[in-house]
């Protein structure tokens, strides 16, 4: 079974550009997450979709951040403009359904580097 | 509020037994969890505790106290590989989300 997959594995840009990340989580699974997880932190919730509804974006920085999952299976996040405190490594993790048992499975995460 | 305390950094010796520490205070529990992160690599999902007591997997055992809010994972005869960030994280009541910890980063020495 494959995993969860991101791309880019890594991407640098200037502050104020603009940047998308993508990420296909595992087959069959309805609940996806996007994370933010700085250097030395844990990872940080930025939004949970269920199928191709928001769940949750209450952390999710919405005058430069926007994520969507419009067919319910792969998703994008976005940043625009980027600032320097945006470097971090952004997780995608997607679990069968969200509920008390169920598992989150991660992706090998992107890292963003804003100068 | 809510809060995952762990130690910022343990080191220990190969072949040795190590045990990683996790106090919480949350709003709701509805189990803990702990996963190992490689540098640079992203979380492996390791165990699932949300009744009191011991869950053994191979080397690696998790401990959970409900009354008291803590858990340990143990890890036993310890391999160079083990060297990684250890989070523990706490599904809690909102959305089935998860807390996390900062984790804690394992050296193992030879």
């Known amino acids: 079974e494959a995993g969860v997959a991101q791309s880019p594995r890594y991407k640098i840009i200037e502050k104020r550009q603009s940047v998308a990340f993508w990420c296909n989580p595992i087959s069959g699974h309805a609940t996806l997450y996007w994370y933010q997880q700085i250097l030395g932190q844990g990872p940080k919730l930025l939004i949970q979709?269920?199928?191709?509804?928001?769940?949750?974006d209450s952390q999710l920085p919405k005058d430069r951040f926007s994520a969507e999952r419009l067919k319910g299976v792969d998703s994008t996040l976005k940043i625009q403009p980027a600032k320097l405190e945006d470097s971090a490594v952004y997780l995608c993790?997607?679990?069968?359904?969200?509920?008390?048992?169920?598992?989150?499975?991660f992706g090998p995460g992107t890292r963003l580097t804003v100068l | 509020g809510q809060n995952i305390d762990q130690p910022t950094e343990m080191t220990a010796t190969e072949g040795a037994i190590v045990q990683i520490n996790c106090t919480y205070q949350t709003s709701g529990f509805n189990g803990l969890f702990w996963y190992q992160q490689h540098a640079g690599e992203a979380p492996t999902f390791l165990s699932y505790?949300?009744l009191d007591g011991l869950e053994e997997k191979g080397r690696f055992s998790s401990f959970l106290s409900r009354s008291k809010g803590y858990s340990y994972l143990l890890l036993k005869e310890l391999q160079m590989k083990d060297s990684a960030s250890y989070l523990c994280a706490v599904r809690g009541d909102s959305n089935y989300q998860l807390i996390w910890g900062a984790g804690t980063k394992l050296i193992i020495k030879p």
């Open positions: 993790a997607s679990s069968l359904v969200a509920s008390v048992s169920d598992t989150q499975y």
């Open positions: 979709f269920q199928n191709n509804g928001v769940v949750d």
């Open positions: 505790n949300v």
